[in-house]
C-alpha cells in the first residue's frame, strides 16, 4: 500500500514523511513489537488493562491489588491459588489473595516488578488466550509516554521506544489497531503516524479502540 493514497486527506497534500512514519529501524525489536504482539491476541484472547500506580510497587506492600473492572479476569481463583505471569519467556508463579470479592498478587510480585522494569504511570495489559489454562496470564507493558517518548529527532528518528514488548510474536497482520492504553496514553503527541517500519516490513496504524473481547 502507497502511504500517500493511504492517507487520502486533501489537507496533508504537503506532508513530509518523517511526520507519518515511525522509523523503528534504531530499536530493539522487544520495544517496537508491542502492537504487533496485541494483534496477534486481540482475535482469539481476553484482554484486560490495569495502569498501575506508586502503591502497586511499594516494596513494603509487596502485593498487587487488582482494580474494579478485572472481576472477569479473577473471577475463577480462589484465595490460595496460583497463577502465572508470562513475561517474554519466563513466567513468575504468583500468589493469589481473595477477600470478598477482592483480588491481590502476592508472594513473587515484587520479583516481578524488579525483573520486568515495571514503573508506575506503566498499563499492564492481561491477556488469557482461550486456548491456554486459566491460570497462564501473557503480560504486555505499555511505558508511561512522559518517560519515554523522545521528541527529538536524529535524522528523522525515533532513538527512543514508546513501547515495551513483553513476548515475541508474529507479524503478518497488514494492519495494527490501537488498545486503550496507547491511545490514552500517546493520542495526542502519536496520533499523526499513520504507519510504523521495522526491518523492511511496514505496518499501517488503525486508532480505534476494539474493547474487551
Avoid at 494483534?39 to 498487587?64: C, Q, T, V, W
Avoid at 526491518?199 to 496504524?205: A, S
Wanted: hydrophobic share 35%.
Amino acid at each position: 500500500m502507497d502511504l500517500e493514497k493511504f492517507i487520502e486527506n486533501p489537507y496533508l497534500k504537503n506532508w513530509k514523511r518523517d511526520q507519518y512514519v515511525l522509523n523503528a529501524s534504531t530499536l530493539k525489536y522487544e520495544k517496537v513489537g508491542a502492537l504487533w504482539l496485541f494483534n496477534a491476541y486481540r482475535n482469539y484472547a481476553n484482554y484486560f488493562e490495569m495502569k498501575i500506580s506508586s502503591l502497586d510497587i511499594d516494596p513494603k506492600l509487596d502485593k498487587l491489588s487488582l482494580q474494579t473492572g478485572l472481576e472477569k479476569l479473577y473471577k475463577d481463583w480462589r484465595d490460595g491459588d496460583t497463577v502465572v505471569l508470562m513475561f517474554i519467556n519466563r513466567g513468575w508463579e504468583i500468589g493469589i489473595e481473595r477477600k470478598y470479592e477482592n483480588c491481590e498478587f502476592v508472594n513473587r510480585w515484587q520479583d516481578f516488578i524488579k525483573e520486568t522494569e515495571l514503573e508506575s504511570r506503566d498499563t499492564l495489559v492481561f491477556y488469557i488466550l482461550n486456548d491456554s489454562e486459566n491460570n497462564t496470564i501473557k503480560i504486555c507493558i505499555f511505558k508511561t509516554a512522559n518517560e519515554i517518548i523522545d521528541n527529538r529527532k536524529d535524522d528523522g528518528e525515533w532513538n527512543i521506544s514508546f513501547l515495551k514488548l513483553i513476548s515475541r510474536s508474529s507479524m503478518n497482520e497488514e494492519m495494527l489497531v490501537v488498545p486503550k492504553c496507547f491511545k490514552e496514553t500517546y493520542g495526542e503527541m502519536m496520533n499523526h503516524v499513520n504507519q510504523i517500519e521495522f526491518g523492511g516490513q511496514q505496518r499501517f496504524i488503525f486508532y480505534s479502540f476494539i474493547g474487551n473481547l
